[in-house]
């Protein structure tokens, strides 16, 4: 059974930086894709960045292109989240996301099977 568990999140400053961690197991996760998603109070989840477990290719939603990182550790099995620059904007629940079937350019929550409980990014003003 897969399972991913998030953990780095916090409380930064604007301008600060946090890197989040994805531990993943239950599968070699070949062909897979990795998923950052992130959801606000009062919003709908969204798209942060993907990337492909085998090639390590990687997508940015517009929003944090420049400022955020995706990268993976395939022996450990650990999917990052370098966040830098964060704006209150960024403030949310950080979920890591995986599925065999999802496309690089994925963007629908509801293309991925797979989900983490999720951590708490809070940026202050």
Same mark, same amino acid.
């Given at each position: 059974? $897969?399972?991913? +568990?998030? *953990?780095?999140? %916090?409380? +930064?400053?604007?301008?600060? *930086? ?20 992130? =959801?606000?109070? %009062? &919003?709908?989840?969204?798209? #942060?960045?993907?990337? @492909? ?10 929003? $944090? @292109?420049?400022?955020?990182?995706? !990268?993976?550790?395939?022996?450990? &099995?650990? #999917? ?6 964060? &704006?209150?904007?960024?403030?949310? +629940? ?8 999802? %496309? ?5 929550? &509801? ?5 983490? =409980?999720?951590? =708490? #990014?809070? #940026? !202050?003003?």
């Amino acid at each position: 059974q $897969v399972q991913l +568990v998030e *953990s780095g999140g %916090g409380s +930064v400053q604007a301008g600060g *930086s946090l890197r989040l961690s994805c531990a993943a197991s239950g599968s070699a996760f070949t062909g897979y894709t990795m998923a950052w998603f992130r =959801q606000a109070p %009062g &919003k709908e989840r969204e798209f #942060v960045t993907s990337i @492909k477990w085998g090639s390590g290719r990687i997508y940015y939603a517009d929003s $944090v @292109k420049g400022r955020f990182t995706i !990268s993976r550790d395939n022996a450990e &099995k650990l #999917v990052y989240l370098q966040m830098n620059s964060l &704006k209150p904007e960024d403030t949310a +629940v950080y979920f890591c996301a995986a599925d065999p079937s999802a %496309g690089l350019f994925t963007t629908s929550e &509801k293309m991925f099977d797979y989900w983490g =409980q999720g951590t =708490q #990014v809070t #940026v !202050s003003s």
